[in-house]
């Protein structure tokens, strides 16, 4: 089935999926009136509309093969009515229209916690049995690992369940329809379940830290002010090179009439008394101008910005585990976020053992769906007609 016609707006199917338009379509959907059709239409309907949401990807014979007709209850027992009664007062009223006393607040006693235990024992809940009739399907890995939330979707599930990234009891199990026995353990790397049940993510160059930026920024900034300073440390350059080329134009002019200058006298003097340290200090500015600004050539092609040669330093190292610092879950998840009880669970490291079968006590059922009690009767009468 295509995934248009899965989420299809136009005709609203409940599906067991996280998907925006799944629970659109679950606030949306209604139950179609069959009053008026015969009973092997309101049968067949309630199947049709059933089956859409439990295992819509199975095949009607593969799931014919798993249909049990016995379905699993719980009934609760209070020790303190057992031992008061052995039950005779129900079998001798069998057929003769005998019932027991309804029990009166006159004859409660006053404790009040009391008196609401017996008044709920005195009138318990119907169990729903039919609620029961697609329980085999959760004992599919693939349900079960829906269940735990560790995927978005049953369809999610099954893939994660092929692709051999689930594993039982410590084994890889490829078999999306492998049957879970009680007491069994399966996993799943707690990155793939991030991923599958968070958020859409972010692009790499989005997902870059504070301080990365703030470090690349301040790389940006020492460039430019390099460049900055390279450009003023040579316009300057310039001019004491042109100023002592004058200089020396105005000295072998005198030299040639034989008139010495005083500052030529002056400066001859100081070069036999210093000696090194004059080369010494025209070779540091040479080297600063080298190091500030390179060649006239390097500065005439750096117009533009360029980044800094070791501006790979500068880009954060994402490690495995620190992808999903920002992890935020799927937006409705809280509508799908509980864990039925015959799961144990711990999303720490994303293990989860599957206790039990699932059953039905009074007051509700084990298997969630959206269906009522008449509808789902109507389906399990569907798969008798042959039994």
């Not at 085999?136 to 990234?165: I, N, W």
């Not at 006298?265 to 080298?290: A, F, L, Q």
């Amino acid at each position: 089935m295509s995934r248009t016609k899965l989420f299809a707006l136009k005709h609203p199917y409940p599906r067991q999926s996280w998907n925006k338009q799944a629970v659109y379509n679950l606030y949306r959907y209604r139950m179609p009136q069959t009053s008026r059709k015969t009973f092997y239409q309101q049968k067949f309907r309630a199947k049709q509309e059933t089956r859409r949401f439990h295992g819509e990807y199975l095949t009607e014979r593969k799931w014919n093969s798993m249909f049990r007709h016995t379905l699993r209850g719980v009934v609760r027992m209070n020790p303190a009515i057992m031992a008061k009664d052995d039950g005779s007062s129900v079998v001798s009223g069998r057929g003769t229209g005998i019932d027991p006393k309804p029990l009166r607040m006159v004859e409660l006693p006053k404790d009040i916690e009391r008196r609401r235990k017996e008044l709920k024992d005195a009138n318990p809940q119907p169990i729903p049995f039919m609620q029961m009739t697609y329980a085999p399907l959760e004992r599919r890995l693939d349900t079960a690992v829906y269940r735990a939330l560790f995927a978005s979707s049953v369809r999610q599930a099954r893939m994660m369940c092929l692709h051999g990234k689930v594993f039982v009891n410590g084994v890889k199990m490829p078999h999306a329809g492998y049957m879970l026995n009680p007491g069994d353990m399966f996993s799943i790397d707690p990155l793939l379940v991030m991923k599958a049940i968070g958020g859409p993510e972010r692009k790499p160059f989005k997902q870059l830290s504070t301080q990365a930026k703030s470090d690349l920024q301040k790389a940006i900034e020492e460039a430019q002010s390099k460049t900055k300073s390279s450009t003023y440390l040579k316009s300057s350059n310039k001019k004491v090179l042109a100023g002592n080329a004058a200089a020396e134009v105005d000295t072998e002019t005198f030299t040639a009439a034989g008139v010495k200058s005083e500052s030529t006298t002056t400066t001859t003097t100081e070069t036999e008394t210093e000696g090194e340290p004059t080369t010494s200090s025209s070779s540091s500015t040479d080297k600063i101008v080298t190091e500030a600004g390179g060649d006239e050539e390097t500065s005439a092609g750096n117009k533009k910005f360029h980044l800094p040669s070791d501006w790979r330093t500068y880009l954060p190292k994402h490690p495995r585990w620190k992808i999903y610092d920002e992890w935020r879950p799927k937006r409705f998840m809280n509508l799908f976020a509980f864990i039925p009880r015959y799961l144990e669970v711990n999303h720490h490291i994303c293990h989860a053992v599957y206790l039990r079968h699932p059953v039905a006590r009074s007051g509700g059922a084990e298997v969630p769906n959206p269906f009522n009690d008449g509808v789902m009767q109507l389906a399990f009468n569907w798969y008798l007609r042959r039994r």
